[in-house]
């Protein structure tokens, strides 16, 4: 589980994950290029990983984040509707994970 990660990837092979993944990220987050967006999926799918990428509209890095501020033109900002959404979509992942 991810929420504003980076999403550069360690060059160690998508196809060792075993696990299922889920990544809470800001649409506009300034600190992952769309470059590294694009080559996450790419990799995710090369390796056949069972993943959920959520990008939240008008939502920068640190979205989760009181203390990041409310000045998206900063780079980090707190978002309460991505807060919200992500702490949903969390739960509905672990619940998924978990509730057996």
Known sequence: MSFHGSLKSPDQGAGKIRCKISVQHGAIDPFVPEADVTAFKKEMEEGNVD????????????????????????????????????????????AELFDR
């Open 51 to 94: 993943y959920v990428l959520t990008q939240y509209s008008g939502a920068v890095h640190s979205f989760t984040m009181e203390s990041a501020g409310n000045d998206p033109s900063k780079g980090a900002a707190y978002n309460k509707n991505a807060d919200k959404r992500s702490w949903e979509a969390m739960k509905v992942f672990f």
